[in-house]
């Protein structure tokens, strides 16, 4: 089974600065999916942002933007102009393209916003 | 409110007791997920339905866990017998068949205790 992990359990940011979280994957498979989902405290999971494994050119959303190096198998998100909103749990998901439809999460990175 | 919906919200169960959770999809998704996320996790893959149909359990769905979703529509999970290792959220999401990255849309979870 595909594992994802994020290596940082927290990070802090200050707001309008920018923060990079961390996140690598093992698989064996060529042809995969990766995201970002975002949970806020007591609210639903929401996505940020998605990448194709086959395109080489890294996904952006507005402040948020990927680092996807396939080789390194290393998916890092970046966030520019930090907001107080950002503050939230974020979590890096894998989906192989090939065998089934479960998301695999890694355990999260808990981003605090200081002002 | 046109978003995933779950029921209840907060259960708080004897161990043995039988509790069954409800989540009412957006209406016009077809895919239906459960995952399960206790703390300091991220979410794991319980089940996922195209329709009415169950095509992919995972083994964390042991035989006391079982899953419906009649009609196609909302879906239940039903934990039989439960025990204290069950607490957890259970959180489930529902998408639209699209290839690759259709994004996940989430409920804001049902939590589970069993004193």
């Known amino acids: 089974a595909q594992t994802v992990t994020q290596s940082q359990p927290e990070m802090s940011v200050q707001e309008a600065e920018t923060v990079t979280l961390s996140c690598t994957y093992d698989?064996?498979?060529?042809?995969?999916?990766l995201f970002w989902y975002k949970q806020p405290p007591s609210r639903q999971m929401i996505l940020v942002i998605r990448q194709e494994a086959y395109k080489q050119q890294n996904a952006t959303e507005n402040r948020f933007s990927v680092n996807f190096q396939k080789a390194a198998k290393s998916f890092s998100l970046k966030i520019s102009d930090s907001q107080l909103g950002d503050a939230a749990m974020y979590f890096c998901a894998y989906r192989s393209a090939v065998a089934g439809y479960a998301l695999n999460f890694g355990k999260g990175t808990s981003l605090l916003v200081t002002p | 409110d046109t978003g995933v919906s779950q029921n209840p919200r907060h259960k708080i169960t004897k161990r043995g007791q039988n509790v069954t959770f409800r989540c009412d999809p957006i209406?016009?998704?077809?895919?239906l997920y459960w995952y399960r996320q206790t703390l300091g996790q991220g979410p794991e893959f319980l089940t996922y339905?195209?329709?009415?149909?169950?095509?992919?359990k995972s083994r964390l769905l042991s035989d006391r866990f079982s899953a419906e979703r009649p009609k196609g529509s909302f879906s239940t999970l039903e934990i039989q017998r439960t025990e204290q290792g069950d607490s957890a959220m259970y959180l489930c999401a529902s998408s639209l068949r699209t290839a690759g990255t259709g994004e996940l849309f989430f409920g804001e979870g049902s939590r589970l205790t069993v004193l």
């Open positions: 339905f195209q329709n009415e149909a169950q095509l992919e």
């Open positions: 209406s016009e998704h077809n895919r």
């Open positions: 698989t064996s498979e060529s042809d995969y999916y």
